[in-house]
């Protein structure tokens, strides 16, 4: 999923949205139901709006996705660390 520079602003929230519809806000957005306005996601954070959660999670899936076998390395790191502390646990 690409996300652009551009975001949804609803008139009334306080988030502004990735043109995701995973996001159940911006899935409203696309159907139509909740009124919003496209701008750079730069000029919606200096107009005081924050990523919205759901917007923001989906974001952070994508970019572990993309990220691929930097996301195997930190498991494998975490792993590491949980193997070191029950080694630890047991010494
Ligand atoms: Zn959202």
Do not use: N, W
């Not at 999923?1 to 899935?27: L, N, Q, S």
């Amino acid at each position: 999923m690409h996300h652009g520079d551009e975001v949804y602003i609803t008139r009334t929230g306080k988030y502004y949205h990735y043109f995701d519809d995973d996001c159940p806000t911006t899935a409203r957005i696309l159907k139509g139901t909740t009124a919003a306005r496209k701008v750079k996601e730069e000029e919606a954070k200096r107009m005081g709006y924050t990523l919205c959660r759901h917007c923001s999670k989906e974001y952070a899936e994508d970019l572990a996705e993309r990220q691929g076998c930097g996301g195997v390395a930190m498991l494998l790191l975490a792993a590491g660390i949980g193997a070191s502390s029950i080694f630890k646990f047991f010494t």
